[in-house]
Each structure stands twice: as structure tokens, then as C-alpha cells.
């Protein structure tokens, strides 16, 4: 459920029209809602109540905009970081660094300096070369690093395959079948404190039977762990649970469900169960308001070409993404259309052949379900500026984050003596 609804005939945010934030700051612009982020925050925390202090991480990289961050630090989230800059940034908006884990299989021995030196909750290891890496930078400052293991649990999470992480070809964790040597390694290495299991297999799943599966093979490797000597305290079942994109495909799994099934699967494990959601609390947040910059004939159907291009929401270009297009004041009518942005790739299409409300040029048109690997994953490709965003609570609204004049943009570069001569 979102708080993006009709009044009068126009799309509202919450009691904010559509229209003045257009009117206001210009468009493409993202629009986020307070009301809607809390309210998943509520719901997916109700989801896990039968657990004990669970430690909800927002996974920074659906959306690191600091109003937001701020806004999830402050209903008692803490985050999930896979950079130097995302750790700085979560800290940045309050949230303490002893709610923070870092993922990724690339830290550098600088950004896991750093993180060791806000004192952060937990660093999910990757690989054995990581684990060897963070114990030398902790040793040399004096220091022991909380860590745990993201086991790769080779389950196909049957979703897209560029957002699928928990195969054993892809780049992500340690393999299952030797989580075992892995750990009794990491126990070697004096500058770590071994502390728990991670896994995360992938996004906008929309089927809990993957997850559940990938679930039991960690309860598996916390008792071959403890077998073996190992203090296993703390388990990180990472995010991915899917968001209705689409109103025609079936529904995925609520977070009742979801958390329905983890309190079964986990039951007797006897750890701190942490968790990594992204999409599923920011997704259906954020819209990308737009504005129709002409309507041109095509051959089955008419090119709706919009202000708002592939450089400000990616993820129909990348993923072959749906996003809902609705027309801020819908005229009645519906018609098959292409919807484009103006920029010179044919991978710039938001949607080909379909059924929307009719609308002109001059019209505004909002893309549902934009508040997750939105803006974040903006570019400035074809030197258009970066998307601006806007945060609105109840009758408030404000810009977090300015559209930077082109100028900024241009001045960014610079042209050496040996050119311009
Ligand atoms: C991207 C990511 C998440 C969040 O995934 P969602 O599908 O947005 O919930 C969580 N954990 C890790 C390690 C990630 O890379």
C-alpha cells in the first residue's frame, strides 16, 4: 500500500499535489513519501515480532537520499552498506554505526579501516583473501573485526538474472561446501571475532520457497559450526522479498508471510537474526513525476515521449523492468501507447504497446514504484543533470536533493594547457 492517491481528479502524495511539486522544482523529479516509508518500516517489523531483537538493516543502495536514511534511521532501522561512501552516508543521516553491516565482495582495506574505526556491527566476509585482508587492517589498529561469512547456498532464487546473488557461478560468498574449512581458517586469523552466518540470494523475489531453502541450509551450517567450536551469535538472512510492480501478476509474498516463515525455519537457532530489506520498504514509496514533452505517431502505436529518459530510472533498460504509468489527471480515456525518453538509445523505452491513460503533451505522468534503484542508479548520460528528489509528510514537502544547474556539470571537467593549446 502507498499514499500516492486521486483527489479531485489528480494524483496526490499524500496531501501534496502532483502538480505543485512540478510546478515547483520542474520535472523529471523523484517524489518519496514519509507516510508510505513508515508505514512498511511498521509492517515489516510486525512481521518479525515473534523474534527476539531482530536488527533490521535498510540496505542502503535501494536509496541512500539522507532524508530518507534519516527518516528509517529514525524509525529504529540501522543499515546495510556494500561501500566506504554508503557507511559515511548512513552514519551521515544518524544511524549508529553498531546497527551497521557492511556486504560486498569488494571492500578495500581503506573503507574496512573506516568502518572499523566508527565501530560497526558486523562485516559480512566474502571471500578468504577478505577475511585475511580485514584481520591485518584490524591487527594494525589494535583492534578485532565482528565478522560473519555470506555463505553462497546454490539456490536459484527464480528471479531476473542480473539481480540473482545466490548461485554458485555468481561472484557472492563463500561456497556452502567448504563454509566449514572457510570458518575454521577465519578462527586462525587473530584480528577477526567470528560471529555469525549471512546469506542473500537475490531481489524482487517472489517466491519464499528459494528463500526458505537458503534459510535451512544456514540453520545446517550454525549446528556444523558449533559442532566444530565455533560462538555462532548472530545469523543475516539479507533482504530480496519482491514488490507488486505490476497489477496483473499475482501478488508476491507479503512480509507476513515472510516472516511467518522465518520464524518457523529459525526457531531454536538461538542467534540475533539480522536482516537486509531494500525494495521492499522504499519501493512503492517513491514515484518519477514527469511531464510528456510530445506525443509522435509510431508505427502500432503512438511514442509518448517524456522529459524523464533511462539515465533517471534505469531499471526498464537493465532489467526489463515494469513500472506502473499513470497520468496525474487522467482525461478518462485508455489507449495503447510506447512510452520513451529522449535519450539516443532505443534501450531508452519505459514500455512498449501499453494500455494507459491517455495523455498529451504538456501532461504529467508519475512511474509507480520508483522509490527503490531509482535515483540511485541515475547517471547524467547525454549530460542531462542529475534527478532531483523531493521528500513529502503529510501537507510538508521539500526538496532533498537539488537538480544541479548543467553549468556544475560542464564545469565538473577540465581541459588541460596541452589541449587547449
Ligand atoms: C541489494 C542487497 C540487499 C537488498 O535487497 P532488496 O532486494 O532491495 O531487499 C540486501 N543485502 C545485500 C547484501 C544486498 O546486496
Known amino acids: 500500500m502507498d499514499h500516492f492517491d486521486y483527489v479531485d481528479g489528480a494524483m496526490h502524495v499524500e496531501q501534496v499535489p502532483m502538480e505543485a511539486i512540478a ?50 534511521g529514525r524509525l529504529g532501522l540501522g543499515a546495510d552498506v556494500v561501500s566506504g561512501g554508503e557507511l559515511l552516508r548512513a552514519i551521515a543521516a544518524g544511524i549508529p554505526a553498531d546497527r551497521i553491516v557492511f556486504s560486498g565482495v569488494g571492500k ?49 532464487a527464480g528471479t531476473h538474472a542480473k539481480i ?10 563463500i561456497p556452502y561446501d567448504r563454509a566449514l574449512e572457510s570458518y575454521a581458517a577465519a578462527r586462525d586469523l587473530p584480528g577477526l571475532d567470528v560471529q555469525g552466518v549471512a546469506v ?59 516472516g511467518a516463515m522465518v520464524t518457523r525455519v529459525t526457531q531454536g537457532w538461538d542467534v540475533r537474526l539480522m536482516f537486509e530489506p531494500g525494495r521492499v520498504i522504499v ?3 517513491g514515484a518519477l513525476l514527469s511531464r510528456v514533452v510530445r506525443v509522435k505517431q509510431g508505427a502500432q502505436a503512438p511514442f ?10 534505469l531499471r526498464p533498460s537493465l532489467y526489463d523492468a515494469w513500472h506502473d504509468i499513470r497520468a ?53 548520460y547525454n549530460s542531462r543533470a542529475l534527478t532531483p528528489e523531493v521528500l513529502v509528510s503529510g501537507d510538508k514537502w521539500a526538496v532533498v536533493r537539488a537538480r544541479p544547474p548543467i553549468e556544475a556539470l560542464i564545469a565538473g571537467d577540465s581541459i588541460p594547457d596541452w589541449v587547449a593549446d
Open 23 to 72: 510546478a515547483a522544482v520542474g520535472t523529471p523529479v523523484y517524489v518519496y513519501s514519509t507516510a508510505t516509508l513508515s508505514r512498511h518500516v511498521g509492517v515489516f517489523r510486525e512481521a518479525l515480532s515473534a523474534l527476539e531483537n531482530p536488527l533490521i538493516a535498510f540496505a542502503v543502495k535501494a536509496n541512500p537520499n539522507a532524508a530518507v536514511l534519516a527518516t528509517l
Open 108 to 156: 578495500t582495506a581503506e573503507e574496512m579501516r573506516v568502518a572499523l574505526e566508527k565501530g560497526i556491527y558486523q562485516f559480512n566476509l566474502e571471500s578468504e583473501p577478505e577475511a585475511e585482508m580485514l584481520s591485518e587492517v584490524a591487527l594494525s589498529m589494535g583492534r578485532r573485526a565482528p565478522v560473519a561469512y555470506r555463505i553462497n547456498p546454490d539456490v536459484d
Open 164 to 173: 540473482s546473488t545466490g548461485k554458485s557461478e555468481n561472484k557472492f560468498g
Open 200 to 258: 542473500h540470494i537475490g531481489s524482487q523475489l517472489t517466491d519464499l520457497a528459494p528463500l526458505e531453502a537458503a534459510f535451512v541450509k544456514v540453520g545446517a551450517l550454525i549446528e556444523a559450526l558449533r559442532g566444530a567450536g565455533h560462538a555462532i551469535r548472530t545469523a543475516d538472512l539479507g533482504g530480496g522479498l519482491g514488490v507488486p510492480y505490476d497489477p496483473a501478476q499475482p501478488m508476491p509474498p507479503s512480509p507476513a508471510d515472510y
Open 283 to 285: 519501493g512503492n514509496a
Open 304 to 313: 509518448v515521449i517524456v522529459d524523464a529518459a533511462m539515465n533517471d530510472l
Open 328 to 380: 496525474v489527471r487522467p482525461a478518462g480515456d485508455k489507449a495503447k501507447a510506447n512510452v520513451v525518453g529522449p535519450v539516443c538509445e532505443t534501450g531508452d523505452t519505459f514500455a512498449m504497446g501499453r494500455d494507459m491513460d491517455v495523455v498529451q503533451a504538456d501532461d504529467l505522468v508519475a512511474f509507480m514504484t520508483a522509490g527503490a534503484y531509482g535515483a540511485t542508479m541515475a547517471s547524467t
